[in-house]
């Protein structure tokens, strides 16, 4: 761990690599040189004939296998869409209805995947870079694949549990628990909502005979349902009846619940079934490990045929298995998708992050990341403050449930309070990024000098802890530049949340994962007077996987720490600790949570927990005063990095487009004339209404255009258009396949002002 100037913050000793799986210079080809001329001459026969050039590399891009097999690890439908439309004649363009959309969905797909650095598989392989050295060191190694771990999602591994538990054979040896989220209050059973907002609590019914509560009081997780029976002297059916009608009130996890938040959830399944006696455990164990060698052979497979007709076999005997389709939520960014998640890491020999780049992240961008900062940081005191008032006024200073806090909240109106009192400051808040935003919105950059930035910052009052990862991008036109600091470093994002280096399968891929784990588990551990949790949520997307490595609050489901370092949210109490309001707990003391028990970051300015999490931020917009309204904003940078790349808001149509036609001609020099009038820079990155994420667009790539001119018609809100930053010809990453865009995320922490001194350096 690195000590960074500027009050309590460190830094990880390991960085993430996010970068592309296929190089920049494949979207580059959808570059036609003619379609400048020919919409400036306003021909429409040779805007159509740049159109149709622009069709014809497209389609020879897309038959690609390799492209063809990355498209399938996203979506089954997609890929059959794609294969089919790059295997016919490529004729005279996109004159059939699906040609055009298929030529469009083609086009989202390169885009994506040669200029944003996601991850899945070597669509966007990362790679585990070392924070420290001399220099910048970049070895890509010999040409290679990427190395690929493959993974059961947890969805479908639940599926299978399922069905293993519907076993005759096995339900003896199941182990019932009391949910989590399950309370007792004055002999009346509840459960507590955590995850929604607001949160409410629900009457359970609650058992309802000897034998449902005498099994209830023994839900522990450990006795087995065999165990209950001998125990209660009653028959094993009746037992089994018993906590069915349990589950059913909502009070008891049975059959085999797959904790929330593993890497790898079918390792986990194998070894519970492992652990079963006799002849029960060795069949299903039996079952498990043919899946497991369809799993490994679809990992180790190359080549398009291969991967797809084994992934297709696993999802066959899947389907047979648990009588379940094998693919969910196709093509969706945070979806689980099929049966497997995969990722990837570049074949690269070494990575090393020193020199003059080391330099900068310690002593240039803690206060920069101060004044990220600044008002999320207000925002949390005044929530804290009125949580705090309102407990007062309604307990006192006793010790209370949180389940009751909670219902208490939700019945007083709290929320619109909080709520009422955030708008105020996402309005007039202490921001000085909004204040240069705003200051000159015309202008296309502004810059405050290094000085104006540690002066402004020093005046943030951090005066809580911090788990955050910092996106930096670093633009320069070679590895030499970066050596001699002649490079400019561009913020991303900073997420104040949970540990966004543990997240996901990248864990999985570090060449040292138990090293890395251990050091940012015990930094962590030395911010905050008390114990920092994770808290335990619902598992419906592949990215709520998680290393474990803090002590966990099972707020929803099952954890996967210890049992001794993992307590249910129905044990917590809500006190004041030396006049602060604590969130304490019977095992683990006064506990922290990475972040509050909801399904969703919008509703957390309204919730109750503001006082027992840290510093947060989620997006971009959580640095910002409201600028949703302003159609231009400028380039920000403070010193030598810039904090807000320039971005214009463009109105959608006033009037019903009519029927859209694709890959016409008039779209072209529409949207020609748009970037002419706007000033916008050849190469931008789009956010359309309901897109997940931003669209890489060049104007003089002519199939991009027209995704551009769809969307846009479409959209019935402001589209916003940002500037590419770094620009192509700053993309200094190159290994054998070419340059690629890429972004670095450093871990960093930030002590409480009482423990600025004690976090492990």
Not at 89 to 107: E, F, M, N
Not at 365 to 378: C, N, Q
Request: with cysteine; proline share 7%.
């Amino acid at each position: 761990m690195n000590a960074m100037a500027g009050g309590g913050w460190h830094l990880a000793s390991s960085a993430l690599v996010k970068s592309t799986g296929f190089p920049f210079e494949l979207v580059e080809e959808l570059v036609v040189p003619a379609l400048a001329t020919a919409t400036a001459s306003g021909d429409p026969a040779a805007v159509a004939d740049a159109v149709d050039e622009g069709i014809r590399r497209l389609r020879q891009i897309g038959s690609d296998e390799r492209f063809l097999e990355a498209v399938l690890l996203s979506s089954r439908d997609a890929f059959q869409q794609l294969q089919r439309w790059s295997s016919t004649s490529s004729g005279s363009g996109g004159t059939r209805s699906d040609d055009r959309r298929r030529a469009h969905l083609c086009a989202m797909y390169l885009q994506r995947m040669c200029t944003k650095n996601e991850s899945t598989s070597f669509f966007g392989p990362v790679f585990w870079a070392v924070v420290g050295g001399p220099a910048v060191v970049f070895d890509p190694g010999e040409p290679g694949r990427a190395v690929l771990q493959t993974y059961w999602t947890h969805w479908a591994t639940q599926a299978l549990a399922d069905v293993v538990a519907t076993d005759p054979t096995v339900q003896p040896e199941l182990r019932p628990l009391i949910r989590p989220d399950a309370v007792c209050r004055d002999g009346a059973w509840w459960r507590v909502g955590y995850g929604d907002h607001p949160i409410l609590l629900e009457r359970a019914e609650g058992p309802s005979t000897h034998l449902q509560r005498y099994v209830l009081d023994r839900c522990d997780g450990v006795r087995t349902v065999a165990d209950h029976a001998a125990e209660a002297g009653a028959p094993l059916d009746d037992v089994l009846d018993a906590i069915d009608l349990l589950a059913k009130d909502g009070l008891v996890l049975t059959g085999i619940p797959v904790p929330a938040g593993l890497i790898d959830p079918f390792g986990w399944l194998r070894s519970v079934v492992a652990a079963m006696p006799g002849d029960v455990g060795t069949r299903w164990v039996a079952v498990l490990d043919s899946l497991a060698e369809q799993t490994a052979a679809v990992s180790g497979a190359i080549g398009l045929g291969a991967r797809r007709d084994l992934r297709d076999a696993l999802a066959s005997t899947f389907t047979t298995r648990t009588g379940m389709p094998a693919e969910r939520n196709a093509g969706r960014h945070y979806a689980d998708r099929s049966v497997l998640v995969e990722d990837g890491a570049f074949p690269w020999s070494r990575f090393d992050l020193g020199g003059e780049l080391r330099t900068y992240v310690k002593t240039e961008l803690p206060p920069v990341l101060d004044l990220f900062f600044e008002l999320p940081l207000a925002r949390r005191r005044r929530r804290v403050s009125l949580v705090e008032e309102w407990f007062t006024a309604r307990f006192g200073r006793r010790s209370v449930p949180l389940d009751v806090v909670a219902a208490a909240a939700a019945e007083s109106g709290l929320a619109s309070r909080l709520c009422a009192a955030d708008d105020e400051l996402v309005r007039c808040g202490p921001s000085a990024i909004s204040d240069l935003l705003l200051a000159e919105p015309d202008r296309p950059a502004v810059t405050w000098s290094r000085e104006q930035v540690e002066t402004r910052a020093a005046a943030v009052d951090f005066d809580t802890w911090c788990v955050a990862g910092a996106d930096i991008f670093f633009a320069a036109p070679d590895i030499e530049s970066i050596n001699q600091g002649a490079f400019t470093p561009v913020v991303g994002e900073v997420h104040g949340l949970h540990d966004q280096l543990l997240q996901g399968l990248w864990p999985a891929l570090h060449p040292d994962r138990v090293a890395m784990e251990q050091e940012i588990g015990a930094v962590v551990q030395g911010l905050a007077e008390g114990t920092i949790c994770d808290p335990v949520l619902g598992h419906w997307r592949k990215t709520m996987a998680r290393s474990d490595v803090l002590p966990q609050i099972e707020f929803l489901t099952v954890g996967t720490s210890p049992t001794a370092s993992r307590s249910r949210s129905a044990d917590l109490t809500v006190a004041f600790v030396d006049d602060e309001l604590a969130l304490l707990c019977p095992r683990l003391g006064r506990v922290f949570l990475t972040r509050p028990p909801l399904h969703s970051w919008d509703d957390e300015h309204e919730s109750i927990f503001a006082p027992f999490t840290g510093a947060r931020i989620v997006c971009a917009e959580d640095v910002l005063r409201d600028v949703a309204a302003v159609p231009h904003l400028p380039r920000v940078t403070l010193g030598r990095t810039v904090v807000h790349r320039e971005t214009w808001r463009l109105a959608p149509p006033r009037s019903d487009p009519g029927r859209w036609r694709s890959l016409q001609p008039e779209n072209q020099t529409r949207v020609q004339r748009l970037w002419d009038e706007r000033g916008l820079p050849d190469q931008v990155y789009a956010k359309f209404p309901g897109q997940p994420k931003p669209v890489f667009v060049d104007r003089n790539a002519p199939v991009l255009v027209d995704v551009f001119a769809r969307h846009l018609t479409r959209a019935t809100d402001a589209v916003t258009v940002t500037e590419m930053l770094p620009a192509p010809t700053d993309l200094w990453l190159r290994d054998h396949t070419g340059r690629h865009t890429s972004e670095f995320r450093f871990g960093c922490y930030r002590a409480a002002p009482s423990h600025a001194r004690e976090v492990v350096s």
